[in-house]
Each structure stands twice: as structure tokens, then as C-alpha cells.
């Protein structure tokens, strides 16, 4: 299985602050690596797919980049609704295996 | 809007099974895979599986191709997923979700998520 390693774990800035978490592969995976924000008691929400295309919706604050083995979330302009657990996942081969997560909080 | 609402918290002893339902609406079933992904508490998300509701093929993940099983009900609108021979580290919330692109783990609607809980 592709291994997805990111850092950091956890992280705690203040709003307004700009925000990045990376998300290395095991394994060359072209861009296919998505990004998800799960908030507690609910259910993960697609923010990015294909390393850089924002999904329907999402707010123009996230945006991602990367291609191969090295990827980037980044949050402009981090807002309290921002608090939440942020996940990595490649679609390049089954299974698609997440991240371990990168949890952020308001400082 | 697709909708994909899933059954009530379930409680099992281990080495029983345990059956989670996804009910779709709002989308073209011959176009709509259900995929499985869990959470065990503290744990990252773990992708288990797929389910084509328009032509029934599935797929799994080789961890758990022994012991899990997706199947749809006829009217196609709903999807099962059975676990068995379970274990403690199968507690864990489990999610049904909808593939933004047909035949990736790209997942873009999602249900609420099931908690099961494995205890003797």
C-alpha cells in the first residue's frame, strides 16, 4: 500500500493567520492526492482533489499544490470555522489510504 | 444533491458480524458506486471497499477481503456493508461515501457515519 505522511500532527495559530500542512507519498502519485476537513461529530467534507482543484463550494481561503510525492494544503486566512482535523488521501492506487491527519486549532 | 443516510449505532460481541446500511437518493444509481471507509477511535480513515449499485460489482481492500462483504438491496438504491468475525479493533465509526470520480477513491458526498461498537 502507498504510506501518506503529514505534518505537522497538530498545529494552533490565530485567526487570520495563514496556514500550511504537508502531505508526503510513499510513492510517485502524479496529482492524484485529495484533501478532506473532518470536524468532530461529523461526517469528512472534500475540500481539494487532483492536488489542486477546489471542490464545489469550498471556500477560495483553501487552496492545495503538489505533484509526485510532495503536497501542500494551505489556509489563507485561517477562520474559527477552520477548526477541524484535516486529511490527505491518494486516489492513485487502491486502496486509497489517508493520512494520519493534521488536527488545527485556534490559538 | 445526493443524500446517503445510514443505519442506527450498533453493539456486538466479538467474533459476531455486523450489518451497516446506506440508503441513496437524489442521483442515478446506474451511475453510483458506494464506497466504505472506517475510523477507529484515534485512528486515520481507512478506505474498505466499493460497491457499483448499477451493475453490482465490488471491490475491496485486501485487508479486509476475508471478512467483509458490500451487497446492494434489488431496488438498488441502497447498499449493505457485513463485517464478520469481529474484533475490538473493528469499534470504530463507519462511513458510506459516493465517488466524485467513477472508479476512484475520490469521495465527495458522505454519509452521517455509523458507530460500531465491539465489546464482550
Known amino acids: 500500500d502507498i504510506e501518506m505522511t503529514q505534518s505537522p500532527s497538530s498545529l494552533s495559530a490565530s485567526v487570520g493567520d495563514r496556514v500550511t500542512v504537508t502531505c508526503r507519498a510513499s510513492?510517485?502519485?502524479?496529482?492524484?492526492l485529495n484533501w478532506y476537513q473532518h470536524k468532530l461529530g461529523e461526517a469528512p467534507k472534500l475540500l481539494i482533489y487532483s492536488a489542486s482543484r477546489p471542490q464545489s463550494g469550498v471556500p477560495s481561503r483553501f487552496s492545495g499544490s503538489g505533484s509526485g510525492t510532495e503536497f501542500t494544503l494551505t489556509i489563507s486566512s485561517l477562520q474559527t470555522e477552520d477548526v477541524a482535523t484535516y486529511y490527505c488521501?491518494?486516489?492513485?492506487?487502491?486502496?486509497?489510504?489517508f493520512g494520519q491527519g493534521t488536527k488545527v486549532e485556534i490559538k | 444533491q445526493v443524500q446517503l443516510v445510514q443505519s442506527g449505532a450498533e453493539v456486538k460481541k466479538p467474533g459476531a458480524s455486523v450489518k451497516v446500511s446506506c440508503k441513496a437518493s437524489g442521483y442515478n444509481y446506474t451511475n453510483l458506486v458506494i464506497h466504505w471507509v472506517r475510523q477507529a477511535p484515534g485512528q486515520r480513515l481507512e478506505w474498505m471497499g466499493w460497491i457499483n449499485l448499477g451493475n453490482d460489482k465490488t471491490k475491496y481492500s485486501e485487508k479486509f477481503q476475508d471478512r467483509v462483504s458490500v451487497t446492494r438491496e434489488t431496488s438498488a438504491t441502497t447498499a449493505h456493508l457485513v463485517l464478520n468475525s469481529l474484533r475490538s479493533e473493528d469499534t470504530g465509526v463507519y462511513y458510506c461515501a459516493k465517488d466524485l470520480l467513477v472508479g476512484t477513491t475520490t469521495l465527495d458526498f458522505w454519509g452521517q457515519g455509523t458507530l460500531v461498537t465491539v465489546s464482550s
Open positions: 488521501q491518494q486516489s492513485y492506487r487502491d486502496p486509497g489510504t
Open positions: 510513492q510517485p502519485i502524479s496529482i492524484y
